[in-house]
């Protein structure tokens, strides 16, 4: 390989010897100007597109950003609210007043109700209640937030009971009030 190049250099400086002085310059001047422009092409414009390609890529990374932290002020002001407004409900009804009016409002009579010391958590016991209307107020009591069923016993009322039918039930249950 140095054989072939140092051939090569060999016959462009006989080449050269040849020439006259205004001849090797315009040599000189073509072959800088070719290095150059063979540089500007293979080098420059290279680099130049790829920098105009990252900046691409960061601006739309920067409006992402953006969209993604409104998002995130939207989603935290949602849950603020969501959270004063679960505080505040269940602040301004105690968790036996509560248990009360969700069992009226399905029609479900209350054989016990029996607060805790405390304040947060709650006995409640049904006498002989239709299992329909015990499972819809259950329900209900489950998507009420801030409240959560800690404990539930069924058994069925002594009496008359129909093969086939749930017939009635007693239950007793605890529930407690969740704070955030």
Same mark, same amino acid.
């Given at each position: 390989m140095t054989a072939v190049v140092t051939g090569l250099v060999t016959t462009f400086k006989r080449y050269l010897a040849r020439c006259t002085r205004r001849e090797q310059m315009y040599l000189l001047?073509?072959?800088v100007l070719l290095t150059l422009t063979a540089g500007w092409l293979l080098v420059w414009q290279p680099v130049f597109n790829a920098r105009a390609a990252s900046e691409s890529r960061l601006q739309y990374?920067?409006?992402n950003l953006a969209q993604v932290n409104t998002l995130a002020?939207?989603?935290?002001?949602?849950?603020n609210d969501m959270s004063e407004a679960s505080t505040q409900a269940t602040s301004v009804q105690p968790l036996p007043q509560v248990l009360n009016t969700l069992a009226a409002q399905i029609g479900l009579p209350v054989? &016990? =109700?029996e607060p805790a010391a405390d304040n947060q958590s709650a006995g409640?016991?049904?006498d002989a209640v239709s299992m329909p209307l015990l499972l819809a107020w259950l329900a209900e009591l489950e998507s009420t937030p801030g409240i959560r069923i800690e404990q539930l016993t069924l058994s069925p009322a002594s009496g008359t009971q129909v093969a086939g039918d749930a017939g009635p039930v007693n239950? &007793? =249950?605890r529930v407690r009030?969740?704070?955030r």
């Open positions: 001047t073509a072959g990374a920067e409006q002020a939207e989603l935290a002001a949602i849950r054989s &016990s =109700l409640v016991r049904f239950a &007793s =249950l009030g969740v704070t």
